[in-house]
């Protein structure tokens, strides 16, 4: 139970933050029915449709336009916006409900929203077990005009930022970049969307997330080999069953590592290149996937990001970064590229017009489903 509530609070720290310290901005909290001078940006993930119907019909009775993310990007800077009613909807991850559930509503209730796909899980075909939308039918909702297509990484990746392991893939580890942890993604598997497939007795370190300041651990290649045969030699699955295996294989990597000594950092130029690679190459699949489409805005995947990534985000071609609910020190105030901070779409109940719901139903509906963990941005 411990371990599951300090998980909770370490996902929604931010918004932890904000509600506790008065971060958020002055339409969530005031009375006053007056429009944001800014138009503020909504953050979903998994939706349900009651949810999803509610909110959009809330918006299309109180005549709020929804805005692309270029509308956006020109919207700041401008002065006198006083009274407009404009917000921004996105959806991260590009989940099948995107497809299912959220358009088909945006289009009955003539809105617009933003999703950041991540281009290297979108999987080709149908598979009935997929969790994605599939490119058709990303080629469907942009072709509609309803959502607007932008980048969220190729992998939505995690790298190990230190020689530390935490454990080893075992029967008992669920690896997904959709569960809300960091986790490790494996290479040299023929489709990106099984990246999450990781061989028993895989080392597991402590990892971050591929857009910090820190540089990639690279674990020896032949001490992760040499806990696979020690898995495999042991019997597989029933290798687990046996008391110690985790101090055994410990004692496996650090053995190896001493003799083979290929264990080693990332160099500087070789984490820039990958992080500029994901944030160019998510770009040119989806212009090459979507003929006439230009992808100038990028979402940071858990909404951790660094200095360097910001930078190399401009050098990529991205107008805007997508972050969390408070925007991290380092970009506060920055202009290039412009940051957009999003709030949970909770929030979207404060919001002047007819219908508006008190602060302390939106908090307690919002608190009940962190505590559940649902619907918590990951």
Not at 49 to 66: K, Q, S, W
Not at 80 to 109: C, M
Not at 258 to 284: N, V
């Amino acid at each position: 139970m411990r371990k599951r509530i300090l998980r909770i609070i370490e996902k929604n720290r931010n918004e932890v933050r904000g509600i506790l310290f008065r971060k958020y901005p002055a339409f969530v909290w005031s009375d006053r029915a007056e429009s944001p001078l800014v138009p503020p940006v909504f953050v979903f993930h998994e939706v349900r449709r009651p949810v999803v119907e509610a909110l959009l019909r809330f918006l299309a009775d109180n005549a709020y336009a929804t805005l692309t993310a270029d509308e956006y990007a020109e919207r700041i800077g401008q002065r006198g916006r006083d009274g407009n009613r404009e917000v921004v909807l996105t959806f991260d991850d590009g989940l099948k409900s995107l497809h299912d559930i959220v358009y088909p509503a945006l289009k009955r209730f003539n809105l617009k929203a933003v999703a950041y796909v991540v281009t290297g899980r979108v999987p080709e075909e149908d598979r009935p077990d997929r969790l994605l939308c599939n490119w058709k039918e990303i080629r469907e909702m942009h072709g509609s005009g309803a959502v607007d297509i932008q980048s969220h990484s190729v992998l939505h990746d995690s790298v190990a930022v230190s020689e530390r392991v935490l454990d080893f893939v075992n029967p008992d580890t669920t690896l997904s970049f959709l569960n809300g942890d960091l986790v490790p993604v494996a290479g040299g598997v023929p489709r990106f969307e099984d990246r999450d497939e990781l061989p028993l007795g895989t080392p597991i370190h402590d990892w971050g997330t591929r857009f910090g300041e820190r540089p990639a651990f690279c674990e020896s290649p032949s001490a992760v080999r040499a806990c696979l045969e020690r898995v495999a030699r042991g019997g597989g699955p029933e290798f687990f069953r046996q008391h110690g295996w985790r101090k055994r294989l410990g004692s496996v990597v650090r053995e190896v590592r001493r003799s083979a000594g290929d264990a080693r950092f990332e160099t500087e130029e070789e984490q820039r290149a990958a992080i500029l690679g994901e944030m160019a190459e998510s770009k040119r699949e989806i212009e090459t996937r979507l003929p006439g489409k230009t992808v100038r805005h990028f979402c940071f995947p858990w909404s951790r990001g660094s200095r360097l990534a910001v930078r190399l985000s401009a050098e990529a071609g991205y107008v805007t970064n997508a972050w969390g609910s408070l925007l991290p020190d380092f970009v506060a105030g920055g202009r290039t590229p412009i940051p957009m901070e999003r709030l949970p779409y909770c929030y979207i109940w404060r919001l002047p017009g007819s219908g508006r719901r008190s602060i302390g139903e939106v908090l307690r509906k919002r608190w009940l489903e962190i505590g559940q963990d649902r619907y918590a941005n990951h």
